[in-house]
Every structure is written in C-alpha cells, then in structure tokens.
C-alpha cells in the first residue's frame, strides 16, 4: 500500500476522499484490549500466589514487568514510527500481543506465564504512540479534542476497569479467562485493521544510534524497575539493589538527554520541553498518572484488608467511577474543543484536591457511598485533567516533533506509575507497621494500621494534587503550528 503523506492536504481529515472512521477503529479496538492488561491483574495477584505457589515479591513481576518492559520499549517508538508504516507498526504489534496472550492464557508454570505477559507489554509499549501519532497527524488541531477524549476513554477507562472486571472474572470464572476473553478481541482488531487501516505520515528511515538505544533502555528501565523493587521489597529504598538501580537509571538518563541535544537525528527529541504548555501538560501528566495508579492499589487494599470485603465486592465498588470515567472522557474531549483547557482543568484540579483531602480521613466505619463518590471524583478529574492536558500540549508541537511528543508522554505513563505505586504503597505498609509497632496490645492493630496508612498516603496526594492546581493557572490554549511558525524557528534555534 501507498504511503500517503499528506502532502495535498495539511491534515488527512480535510480530504473529501479520506474515511478517518476505520482508522479510529481499528486502532481503538486494539488499544483497549491491550491498556486494559495493564492492571487487569491486579486483584488477582493473590490467586496466582496460591496457583503457583509463589512469595508476592514474585508475583509481583506480573506487573512489574509491564511497566518494566514498556519503560524500555516506548521511547524507541519515536525511531519505529519513522522506520515502518502505519499498518506494519499496528499490525506488527498487535500480533505481538496476541501472541503474548495465547500463551498467557495456556500458561502450565509461573515462567512461562510471565513471557506471555512481557510480549503483551512489548506490544502494548509501541501500540500507544502510534494511536497518538496517527491522529496527530489526521486532524487538525481544533478538532482534536473530541478525538483524543475517546482515546482518553481507552486510556484511562480500560486501565481503570481492570479490577472490577479481573475481580469478578477471577472469582466466577478462573484466571485463565483473564487472557481468553481477550484473545477473540487483539484477533478482531488484526483483521480488521489489515482491511481497513491506511497509512498516514512519511517513512523517513532516520539514522538510528544504537548507543542511544542502550542508554534509553537502562535509563527509562533502572527508574521503572528501581522504584518496582522498592515497592515489593521489605527494606523499600534502604535496599542496596534498589538505591543502585536507581542510580544506575538517572545516571544514564542524564547521558540520553545530553547525547539528544548533541544528535542531528536524536532517538528521543528533548527540545519538545522547550515549548511550555508541553512542560506543563507533561507536569500534570505525572501527576494524574501517579493518582490514578496508586489509588487502583492502595482502595483494593484498603476495602479488601480494613473493610474485609471480598475482591468482587471491591471491584464492584470501584465501578462507578470507572463507568463515569469512560463516559466523561469523550465529553471532556468535545468541551476541550469549545472551551480549551483552562476551564476544564483548573476546576477539576480543585475537585481532584477536595477528593484527595477526603480519603485521608477514611475509616473502618466509613459509609460506602462515601468511598463510591471519593472514587467517582478521581476518576471525573482525570478526565477532565489528562486527555485534556495531553493534547493542549502536543498541539504546540511542529509536526516533526510529535512522534518524540508522543513518545515522551507514554513512556512517563510507566515511569509515573512505577513511581506512584511503590512510593505510596511504600508509605502505606511503613505506616502500618510503625502503627502496629506502637499498639501492639490493639487487638485491631493490623486493620488500623492499614487506615492509618491510607491516611497518610492520600494526605501526601492531596498536597501533590495542590501542585496540580497551581500548574494547571499557568494553562492556556496552545496555538496550532501554522500560527507559530515563526517562534518554531526561534526556539528551534
């Protein structure tokens, strides 16, 4: 098939002759499915412990490699999207994926189920950046709102209503058919995007520096696996395994980013952070991820080990605002496009910190209704923050820059997680045992501790997500690149 570069027309979109439907489709279609394994294991990580008869800090690599193999994979996209076609990068990855779910699925040993689990990542890592790319560079910038909040949806909806769904699945159905419900879908989303998807940008082929590589893979990856460690460990960051791997990762990040600015044809463009509203979409980017993955965590944790409450009833109970999530994020997308971003964002950054401030003082005797509402308000303020956000900022980016955009953005999405899942559950499990220390004649002792966790986790969180309100002040509308040529060539320059 034709590369089609677009060269008659700025943006696919305006083409009378061009069906932007079975593009969005198709890549829709598989973006859901393979978002949706990033956290559809989370609450049944206690099934495969007793399955396989493994320790949690074992187990704990299911998710621990995603993230892992993901920080690696997806800062290379940027260098795959100019090397391979639109429907050879889709395909390629999905396929990839597919493969990684089928042998997830009839997985005989805890090995063997976690290579299935590292392909699904690997094909989940590059299948983000080419949904942003594309519809970067289909539509034009004011239209661009209601597009990215129903990939907003995929985004944030699929990851969000993995533990409902892994909870009632794993307790009525068994673990397999966390893979076997998917595997009809990833093959669905092949077919259909080999008849259907079409492809849009140029094949440039830039020179490809392996060193670049290598210093991404063990900066992007010591961060993502550093902070894993700490969060399963016993020793958390004290951990001389950890603070190295840490070190190891910032230190080779810091040679990335220079060797980038020195490239004539970089891996990852660094210079995108040159232009503010992209800082500053990235800055409340970090921030939501860490909310929202840490809160998949740490209300399971609470609800299962303060409340006592069965997984299922757990999942149920986080429904309702994954539900609204995916319904508001469409919505979200179509107000960005009238309104723009400050009127969306600034108020949700409030509700998000109101939200915050009111599950720090959660209890044992707290009403379910309350915990449902706290939950709805998250999930309502991600929509309103991230999609939003993500794409005010990349539509200041020149479109030679927006595979690296796109790259930057998903590859913080492991790193935050990472970052936000083990500081907090870190946090949390200091807490309790400091708790259970200090009243060890409280028969309730454990139970309390964890409430005494919660709180202090989300008391930090609350204070986090005052930053996000103060960043989300400096917000504005960001100008198309044909309106800011010129500017392009200063900070170019």
Same mark, same amino acid.
Not at 335 to 347: A, E, S, T, V
Not at 377 to 395: D, E, F, K, R, V
């Given at each position: 098939?034709?590369?089609?570069t677009?060269?008659?027309y700025?943006?696919?979109a305006d083409d009378?002759?061009?069906?932007?439907k079975p593009v969005v489709i198709?890549?829709?279609?598989?973006?859901?499915?393979?978002?949706?394994?990033e956290?559809?294991?989370?609450?049944?990580l206690?099934t495969l412990m007793?399955v396989?008869?493994?320790?949690r800090?074992?187990?704990q690599w299911?998710?621990?490699?995603?993230?892992?193999?993901?920080?690696?994979?997806?800062?290379? !996209?940027?260098?795959? #999207?100019?090397? +391979?076609?639109?429907?050879?990068?889709?395909i390629?990855?999905?396929?990839?994926?597919?493969?990684?779910?089928?042998i997830?699925a009839? =997985?005989p040993?805890?090995?063997?189920?976690?290579?299935?689990? *590292?392909l699904?990542a690997?094909?989940?890592?590059?299948?983000?950046?080419?949904? +942003?790319?594309?519809f970067?560079?289909?539509f034009?910038?004011?239209r661009?709102g209601?597009?990215?909040?129903?990939?907003?949806?995929?985004? $944030?909806?699929?990851?969000?209503?993995?533990?409902?769904?892994?909870?009632?699945?794993?307790?009525?159905?068994?673990?397999?058919?966390?893979? *076997?419900?998917?595997?009809?879908?990833?093959?669905?989303?092949?077919?259909?995007?080999?008849?259907?998807?079409r492809n849009?940008?140029?094949?440039?082929?830039?020179?490809?520096?392996?060193?670049?590589i290598?210093l991404?893979?063990i900066?992007?990856?010591?961060i993502? /696996?550093?902070? !894993? @460690?700490?969060?399963?460990g016993?020793?958390?960051?004290?951990? %001389?395994?950890v603070?190295?791997?840490?070190?190891?990762?910032?230190?080779?990040?810091v #040679?990335f980013?220079?060797r980038?600015?020195k490239l004539?044809?970089?891996l990852?463009?660094?210079?995108? +952070? &040159?232009?503010?509203?992209f800082?500053?979409?990235?800055?409340l980017?970090l921030?939501i991820?860490?909310?929202m993955?840490s809160s998949?965590?740490?209300?399971?944790m609470?609800?299962?080990?303060? @409340?006592? /409450?069965? %997984?299922?009833?757990?999942g @149920?109970i986080l /429904?309702?605002?994954?539900?609204?999530?995916?319904?508001?994020?469409?919505?979200?997308?179509?107000?960005?496009?009238?309104y723009?971003? &400050?009127k969306?964002?600034?108020p949700?950054?409030l509700l998000?910190?109101?939200?915050?401030?009111?599950l720090?003082?959660i209890?044992?005797?707290? %009403?379910?209704?309350?915990?449902v509402?706290?939950? $709805?308000?998250?999930?309502?303020?991600?929509?309103?923050i991230?999609m939003?956000?993500?794409?005010?900022?990349?539509?200041?980016?020149p479109?030679?820059?927006? %595979?690296h955009g796109?790259? *930057?953005?998903n590859? #913080?999405q492991?790193?935050?997680g =990472?970052?936000?899942?083990?500081?907090?559950?870190?946090?949390?499990?200091? &807490?309790?045992?400091?708790?259970?220390s200090?009243n060890a004649?409280?028969?309730?002792?454990?139970?309390?501790g964890?409430?005494?966790?919660?709180?202090?986790?989300?008391? *930090?969180?609350?204070?986090?997500?005052?930053?996000?309100?103060?960043?989300?002040?400096?917000?504005?509308?960001?100008?198309?690149?044909?309106?800011?040529?010129?500017?392009?060539?200063?900070?170019?320059?």
């Amino acid at each position: 098939m034709e590369e089609n570069t677009s060269s008659k027309y700025e943006f696919l979109a305006d083409d009378p002759n061009f069906n932007a439907k079975p593009v969005v489709i198709s890549l829709i279609i598989g973006a859901f499915f393979a978002i949706l394994n990033e956290t559809l294991l989370n609450i049944a990580l206690t099934t495969l412990m007793d399955v396989f008869s493994l320790e949690r800090t074992t187990v704990q690599w299911m998710a621990t490699s995603f993230m892992l193999v993901m920080g690696i994979l997806t800062p290379i !996209s940027a260098l795959l #999207l100019q090397w +391979f076609s639109t429907r050879k990068m889709f395909i390629g990855t999905m396929t990839v994926f597919t493969v990684g779910t089928v042998i997830s699925a009839v =997985a005989p040993s805890f090995s063997v189920l976690l290579l299935g689990r *590292i392909l699904q990542a690997a094909g989940t890592g590059v299948l983000l950046p080419i949904i +942003f790319n594309t519809f970067l560079l289909i539509f034009p910038p004011e239209r661009r709102g209601s597009v990215m909040g129903t990939v907003g949806l995929v985004i $944030m909806f699929a990851p969000a209503i993995g533990p409902t769904l892994s909870g009632v699945i794993v307790e009525y159905l068994g673990w397999r058919y966390l893979f *076997i419900t998917v595997i009809p879908f990833a093959l669905f989303s092949i077919l259909f995007g080999w008849k259907y998807l079409r492809n849009v940008g140029e094949v440039t082929k830039p020179k490809i520096d392996i060193l670049s590589i290598f210093l991404s893979s063990i900066g992007f990856g010591g961060i993502v /696996l550093g902070f !894993s @460690l700490a969060g399963e460990g016993e020793s958390g960051f004290l951990d %001389p395994s950890v603070y190295g791997t840490l070190l190891i990762g910032v230190v080779s990040l810091v #040679l990335f980013t220079i060797r980038q600015l020195k490239l004539d044809e970089p891996l990852l463009d660094v210079r995108v +952070f &040159r232009y503010p509203m992209f800082s500053v979409a990235v800055g409340l980017f970090l921030i939501i991820i860490m909310s929202m993955f840490s809160s998949e965590i740490i209300m399971p944790m609470y609800m299962q080990d303060a @409340l006592l /409450l069965a %997984p299922a009833a757990a999942g @149920l109970i986080l /429904l309702p605002g994954s539900l609204l999530n995916g319904l508001m994020s469409p919505v979200m997308g179509k107000l960005f496009d009238k309104y723009g971003p &400050r009127k969306l964002i600034i108020p949700a950054t409030l509700l998000l910190s109101i939200t915050m401030l009111t599950l720090s003082t959660i209890g044992t005797d707290t %009403p379910i209704a309350l915990i449902v509402a706290c939950y $709805m308000g998250l999930m309502l303020s991600i929509s309103a923050i991230m999609m939003p956000a993500q794409t005010n900022g990349l539509n200041q980016l020149p479109k030679r820059l927006y %595979p690296h955009g796109t790259a *930057i953005m998903n590859t #913080l999405q492991p790193v935050a997680g =990472a970052i936000g899942v083990s500081v907090f559950v870190s946090i949390l499990s200091a &807490r309790q045992a400091s708790y259970v220390s200090a009243n060890a004649q409280d028969p309730n002792a454990q139970i309390n501790g964890i409430v005494s966790g919660v709180h202090s986790v989300y008391l *930090i969180i609350f204070g986090i997500a005052l930053i996000a309100f103060v960043l989300s002040l400096f917000m504005k509308r960001a100008k198309p690149e044909e309106e800011h040529t010129q500017s392009d060539r200063a900070v170019n320059e």
